[in-house]
């Protein structure tokens, strides 16, 4: 037998073997999306994916063959992602407003696939998760221009859900008029709060009156109602082309750097299996002189930094507050459930509200 025909029948074996091994891991690829869908998390992975790459390409024995090893290793990782793609396709996702608003935006840009649900309110998109209709809920904690969204971060300390992914989305502004409108034209300007804020000035420097909506999708789709050609919208670009607005001008934020953390909320807690993790702690403190101090202090002693700590009234209660804390750490460890020992002498409630690596972009590439 030649050569050729010997090594024909090596790769034969191989396929053989490899064909098994590819069964297996597509059956595990399928333990992780149905893992990923129950906990409301993104298919996509890049830090998991780095490190998967790294490890394997390091263990691999030919130097010749390495950069080849890595291409394969990456064409079986795309592959993986399409097939969870496919299996995730019928997971539904809540998030508050209507298509276009920054909040559905969010939701396409961390589960693409998913069938994408609007619902009125903060807590009605919250509830469908609780009760089953969603798999998970998009939902905005923070701005960094207007600061934290109370309403979720209360659905947070009342509710059953955990967060399980921080994303942050850039908001970047645009006027929108009816087709064919000049700018000139316009004497209204209608936008959520948040946004006739972030572009207060612009608005000013044209003399504008300005009307409130719920949110900037649904001023848009109020400017092409009324069809008045007086009448614009600040909403973002994707609006625009949704609901058949020109962007009359872009990039009329006062500050560039405004963006909207995003968190994703599941019935299901997971803990990342990473060393940067992160987690939210939501406690109420006794009715005792120095509690809070000591709450603070038990956290710190054992090593727990606090990146971010911040009050909110309790909205059964008159005049008692509970505080909500980003911590950089594993909660899980020995010295985690030591001071989360410690701390419940200190607390009247508490609860881990969730956990996530790091806070990852939805800038558009």
Same mark, same amino acid.
């Given at each position: 037998?030649?050569?050729?025909?010997?090594?024909?029948?090596?790769?034969?074996?191989?396929?053989?073997?490899?064909?098994?091994?590819?069964?297996?891991?597509?059956?595990?690829?399928?333990?992780?999306?149905a893992?990923?869908k129950?906990?409301?998390?993104?298919?996509?992975?890049?830090?998991?994916?780095?490190t998967?790459i790294?490890r394997?390409?390091?263990?691999?024995?030919?130097?010749?063959?390495?950069?080849?090893?890595?291409?394969?290793?990456?064409?079986?990782?795309?592959v993986?992602k399409?097939?969870?793609?496919?299996l995730?396709?019928?997971?539904?996702?809540?998030?508050?407003?209507?298509e276009?608003?920054f909040?559905?935006?969010a939701?396409?840009?961390?589960?693409?696939?998913?069938?994408?649900?609007?619902?009125p309110?903060?807590?009605?998109?919250?509830?469908?998760?609780?009760?089953?209709?969603?798999?998970?809920?998009?939902?905005p904690?923070e701005?960094?221009?207007?600061?934290?969204?109370?309403?979720?971060?209360?659905?947070?300390?009342e509710?059953?859900?955990y967060v399980?992914?921080?994303?942050?989305?850039?908001?970047v502004?645009?006027?929108?008029?009816?087709?064919?409108?000049?700018?000139?034209?316009?004497?209204?300007?209608?936008?959520?709060p948040?946004?006739? *804020?972030?572009? !207060?000035?612009?608005?000013r420097? $044209?003399?504008?009156?300005?009307?409130? %909506?719920?949110? =900037?999708?649904? +001023? @848009?789709?109020e400017?092409?109602?009324?069809?008045?050609?007086?009448?614009?919208?600040?909403?973002?670009?994707?609006?625009? *082309?949704?609901? !058949?607005?020109?962007?009359?001008? $872009?990039?009329?934020?006062?500050?560039? %750097?405004?963006? =909207?953390?995003? +968190? @994703?909320?599941?019935?299901v807690?997971?803990?990342?299996?990473?060393?940067?993790?992160?987690?939210?702690?939501?406690?109420?403190?006794?009715?005792?002189?120095g509690a809070?101090?000591k709450?603070?202090?038990?956290?710190? %002693?054992?090593?727990?930094?606090?990146?971010?700590?911040?009050?909110?009234p309790?909205?059964s209660?008159?005049?008692?507050?509970?505080?909500?804390?980003?911590a950089?750490?594993?909660?899980?460890?020995?010295?985690g459930?030591?001071?989360?020992?410690?701390?419940?002498?200190?607390?009247?409630?508490?609860?881990?509200?969730?956990?996530?690596?790091?806070?990852?972009?939805?800038?558009?590439?």
């Amino acid at each position: 037998m030649d050569s050729l025909e010997t090594a024909r029948n090596a790769i034969n074996e191989i396929d053989e073997k490899m064909a098994e091994l590819f069964k297996q891991r597509m059956l595990a690829v399928r333990d992780i999306a149905a893992y990923k869908k129950e906990r409301g998390m993104a298919i996509f992975d890049a830090e998991r994916e780095k490190t998967v790459i790294a490890r394997n390409v390091g263990i691999y024995p030919d130097n010749e063959t390495r950069v080849f090893y890595s291409s394969f290793l990456q064409d079986v990782m795309n592959v993986s992602k399409r097939y969870q793609r496919s299996l995730m396709e019928g997971m539904r996702v809540a998030y508050s407003g209507v298509e276009g608003a920054f909040a559905d935006i969010a939701a396409k840009r961390i589960f693409p696939d998913a069938l994408h649900v609007g619902y009125p309110d903060f807590s009605a998109a919250y509830q469908s998760v609780e009760n089953g209709e969603c798999e998970c809920a998009v939902l905005p904690i923070e701005n960094s221009y207007a600061g934290v969204v109370g309403q979720v971060m209360d659905l947070m300390f009342e509710g059953d859900l955990y967060v399980n992914g921080v994303y942050t989305l850039p908001v970047v502004q645009n006027l929108l008029g009816l087709p064919g409108v000049n700018i000139k034209e316009i004497k209204t300007i209608i936008s959520h709060p948040q946004a006739l *804020a972030q572009c !207060g000035e612009y608005i000013r420097s $044209h003399g504008w009156t300005t009307v409130s %909506a719920a949110n =900037t999708a649904i +001023a @848009a789709q109020e400017v092409v109602q009324r069809g008045d050609k007086t009448i614009a919208a600040i909403a973002s670009f994707e609006t625009a *082309a949704l609901y !058949g607005l020109e962007v009359l001008d $872009h990039d009329i934020n006062e500050s560039n %750097a405004n963006s =909207t953390k995003f +968190a @994703a909320f599941s019935r299901v807690e997971q803990h990342p299996d990473t060393g940067n993790s992160k987690f939210l702690l939501l406690f109420t403190v006794n009715d005792v002189a120095g509690a809070l101090a000591k709450a603070i202090n038990v956290i710190s %002693a054992y090593g727990f930094n606090m990146k971010v700590l911040r009050s909110r009234p309790v909205r059964s209660r008159d005049w008692q507050y509970y505080f909500y804390v980003e911590a950089e750490g594993d909660e899980t460890t020995e010295d985690g459930r030591k001071m989360l020992g410690e701390l419940a002498e200190q607390c009247e409630t508490m609860k881990i509200a969730g956990h996530y690596t790091v806070e990852i972009s939805l800038r558009k590439n």
